[in-house]
């Protein structure tokens, strides 16, 4: 939409600056001696007010994007066109408005003013449409950059919310809750270790918290969060969850963050909490030539009711696979009593210091 | 009953459990006279113990608040403990069922005790089938049947499942050689089995499919089936049309 035609009152304004562009054409011809003043102002400030919606075109001629998007030449190629193109077609309006007001009987022969007159038209029109052309490339920069300022603050929130999503996704209202009783017990039964349940929960949210909104985490850092967050439901299922992490094949390989850390916790939920034993969470990370391979396996309850919740684990993981594309892999099956999720990323490392 | 309430708790957490028998502690009038980690060692108790009150965590391992609270039946209270069950917490609201969300605290649990020993006075029943019905999302036909013998629970699976049999009260489900009565009724049984996998061939028989081995015609509109681990079932004329319709 045409940033003038957006709004009346905007057109009014514009449409006013064109009167003393009238004038100022009008002073023009009666200080040539080519018309009197008040025949120059007759003449002068309508068709002043015509070129105005005439030079309305500019903006859709410079096709509402800034300078340098589409090339210096090409701008000015097409501005001196746009212009004479404008500023002969302004003259034929002129001419046919010197015509409609001789029929009044003002004059009986418009040809001769018509050719003093014509130069002037011409020239003011041509500048006054590049003038506009120019209005109009520098009105379409300033949108643009505006448009970027909106787009970052748009950006700002959004990570602001995905760090928020992230919280509530690792948010599961049964851990919160059951963490909470767990501490609740403890504060009679073993006061420390209440205050270390506290502490490492305390530190389990704000880690996801701060991990959330980046893009690329160290793994290191992903385990240090799984760790955290199976020995917080250690607490809770007591001597049936033990872990089993093994991570030393993997280097310090850049992983998404919380990609492992819904592992786990399906791994938990819906595997070791549905047995009256329990048993072992184990992830192993191993890196391959090109690839990072992590593979997180517990064991599940072969007569339990049929998968109900792990979907949601999983698709957020998927999800975090999507920046990949096809170079990411995860696979889930259930193969020997134990459930078993395979990720495969890219390698990706942190870039190597020179060393002097 | 006299003033003490004999209770037993049933929490998969051993801090869950500390945090009633903590609580319990503190009131003269309340003896725990058992705590158990899972549903088979809370069958087991309240069979052997005959507690007034039972208290019960909805998520256990294999088997659940509710399925443990079907198998044993209505002779005592139940108070629910939860920390966050949408559906469960529906079903307590529809059905005036009284539970402690985690946590909780000690004046809560007291209010619980309160209303529980009223409950008694009163010799309210629950109404058991509904809750159970409605605490939790409906994912299709069962597959598995829990079935309570004595102190004992036997988990069986549908797929081991070979027929069921009407007999008298009760329904027995015959698998592998062997046989598990259940205090149920047949068309039940078969309004919960997968209509796709067992079919009710007789008025008293539901059978499962994949164990048929032929079908013969044994006498005017009558027919017999035989499984392959050879046993004979009579198939009514309904029967085979239901049977013919599935295969």
């Known amino acids: ?74 701008v000015g190629v ?21 015509g409609l007001i001789a029929s009044f009987g003002e004059w009986t022969d418009v040809t001769a003013p018509f050719r003093a007159a014509a130069p002037t038209f011409f020239g003011f029109g041509f500048l006054l449409y590049l003038l506009a052309m120019a209005v109009s490339y520098l009105a379409a920069a300033f949108a643009v950059s505006r448009n970027a300022e909106r787009r970052g ?11 928020l999503r992230a919280l509530r996704a690792q948010l599961d209202p049964h851990f919160l809750f059951n963490s909470l009783q767990s501490i609740s017990a403890l504060t009679t039964v073993e006061p420390p270790a209440a205050r270390r349940m506290c502490l490492l929960l305390a530190d389990f949210l704000r880690e996801t918290l701060a991990l959330g909104s980046r893009d690329r985490i160290p ?112 696979t889930a099956e259930e193969r020997d009593g134990r459930f078993w999720v395979r990720v495969e990323i890219p390698l990706q490392e942190r870039p190597v210091r020179e060393t002097p | 009953m006299t003033d003490t309430l004999r209770i037993v708790i049933v929490d998969d957490e051993p801090l869950a459990r500390a945090v009633v028998r903590e609580y319990s502690e503190g009131d003269p009038g309340i003896d725990v006279v058992a705590d158990c980690a899972n549903g088979f ?42 920390a966050y069950d949408q559906y469960a917490l529906r079903a307590f609201e529809v059905h005036a069922v009284d ?80 046989q598990y009565l259940k205090d149920q009724t047949l068309a039940a049984v078969e309004g919960m089995l997968d209509p796709a996998r067992f079919v009710r061939i007789h008025r008293s028989f539901v059978l499962n499919i994949d164990r048929i081995a032929k079908v013969e015609l044994y006498a005017k509109d009558s027919r017999m089936a035989t499984l392959r681990d050879g046993t004979r079932l009579p198939v009514s004329r309904a029967g085979y049309a239901r049977l013919s319709e599935l295969l």
């Open chain 1, 219 to 330: 793994l290191s850092a992903e385990l240090a969060l799984v760790r955290k967050f199976l020995s917080v439901e250690q607490v809770r299922f007591g001597d049936r969850l033990r872990v089993e992490i093994d991570a030393d094949a993997a280097g310090d390989a850049r992983v998404p963050p919380l990609l492992l850390q819904p592992l786990a916790e399906n791994a938990v939920t819906h595997g070791v909490a549905h047995l009256i034993e329990g048993g072992v969470v184990r992830i192993r990370a191993e890196r391959r030539v090109a690839s990072l391979v992590i593979t997180v396996d517990n064991p599940c309850d072969p007569d339990r009711p049929d998968g109900r919740g792990t979907g949601l684990g999983l698709r957020n993981v998927r999800e975090r696979l999507e920046s990949y594309g096809a170079d990411a892999f995860l």
């Open chain 2, 99 to 178: 539970y402690l969300l985690k946590p909780f605290s000690a004046e809560r649990f007291q209010e619980a005790m309160q209303r529980a020993r009223e409950r008694l006075r009163a010799k309210t029943a629950l109404p058991l089938e509904e809750i159970v019905r409605d605490a939790k999302p409906r994912t299709g036909p069962s597959e598995r049947v829990l079935i309570r013998d004595g102190a004992n629970v036997h988990v069986l699976p549908v797929d081991k499942i070979d027929y069921v049999e009407a007999q008298d009260d009760y329904v027995a489900f015959k698998s592998e050689g062997k």
């Open chain 2, 41 to 82: 060692e809370a069958v087991k108790a309240v069979a052997d113990l005959k507690p007034d009150l039972v208290l019960l965590d909805v998520q256990m391992p294999k088997l659940d608040g509710f399925e443990v609270l079907e198998l044993l039946g209505r002779d005592q209270a139940v108070v629910f403990i939860t």
């Open chain 1, 1 to 74: 939409m045409h940033p003038i035609l957006a709004r009346p009152g905007n057109l009014a304004a514009y449409i006013a600056i064109w009167v003393p562009l009238g004038g100022l054409l009008a002073g023009l011809l009666a200080m040539q001696g080519v018309l009197g003043w008040f025949n120059a102002v007759i003449v002068a400030v309508p068709l002043s007010i015509s070129y105005g919606f005439l030079c309305l075109s500019a903006w859709y001629v410079t096709g509402g994007s800034p300078v340098e998007r589409t090339g210096a030449l090409r």
């Open chain 1, 153 to 163: 603050l748009e950006l700002q929130v959004l990570a602001r919310e995905a760090e």
């Open chain 1, 78 to 98: 097409t501005a001196v066109a746009a212009s004479l193109l404008s500023s002969a077609l302004w003259l034929l309006i002129a001419r046919a408005w010197l």
